[in-house]
């Protein structure tokens, strides 16, 4: 397994990444020692507040993310691991079985998509509700390629937690036609179908 350890603004010594290695290490090997490669960040959270990020790839498109702030280091990186630990053990059984079909299935061609990351003003971070012309087109700070993938709608809840990402757009298995998964303010998950997508795969 492949292992960056960055810090953001933050000297990150050699005792911290080996603590890191080691509990990563430990993981991989204690759920599925199939990691390819992973990232942990730390940065700064004010003055006294240290923030951890942790993404581990475990497959093809397959990304577990967590995420901590706590005011010791090495604390911060303990509990996004922790987080990292449940969700491996709450869908281990599901991923071995993804894994598994991914091996035995034809792998099947990813739509491709352009993702953009837009960047909040201050007049829409105030909610400011004046017109003004020169605020309809939004400010791009970031953009990259992503696949779409094709997926039963259970496995793209899964990937969307994993991910600790609050919404996921997919090909929805049964019919072909695109589909969103999103977390809802209740802590239950919200599936947006639109019409016409089962009348194609009918048509088809």
């Known amino acids: 397994m492949q292992l960056s350890v960055q810090g953001k603004q933050i000297d990150v010594g050699d005792a911290l990444r080996t ?3 080691t509990k990563l290490e430990d ?8 990691a390819i490669d992973s990232t942990v960040q730390f940065s700064r959270d004010g003055h006294a507040f240290f923030k951890s990020h942790i993404s581990i790839r475990i497959g ?18 303990d ?10 053990r709450k869908y281990k059984n599901r991923l071995r079985n993804h894994h598994r079909k991914q091996e035995e299935t034809p792998e099947t061609e990813n739509l491709k998509a352009q993702n953009y990351v837009l960047a ?18 939004p400010l791009i700070v970031a953009e990259m390629t992503s696949d779409i993938e094709t997926l039963s709608v259970s496995e793209a809840v899964m990937r969307m937690d994993l991910a600790d990402q609050s919404a ?3 090909r929805n298995a049964s ?4 589909n969103v998964v999103y977390k ?21």
Request: proline share 1%; glycine share 6%; charged share 25%.
């Open 79 to 88: 509990v996004a691991a922790a987080k990292v630990a449940k969700q491996l």
């Open 60 to 77: 093809k498109n397959i990304q577990i993310m967590g995420d901590a702030t706590e005011t010791d280091i090495y604390m911060a990186f």
């Open 19 to 21: 603590h890191v290695q």
């Open 120 to 137: 909040m003003t201050a007049q829409e971070m105030s909610h400011d509700e004046e017109d003004s012309e020169e605020h309809d087109a």
């Open 168 to 170: 996921f757009l997919f």
């Open 184 to 204: 809802r303010a209740d802590g239950n998950v919200g599936w947006v179908d639109p019409y016409g997508n089962s009348a194609k795969a009918a048509a088809e």
């Open 175 to 178: 019919h072909n036609g695109l």
């Open 27 to 34: 993981l991989n090997q204690k759920f599925f020692n199939r």
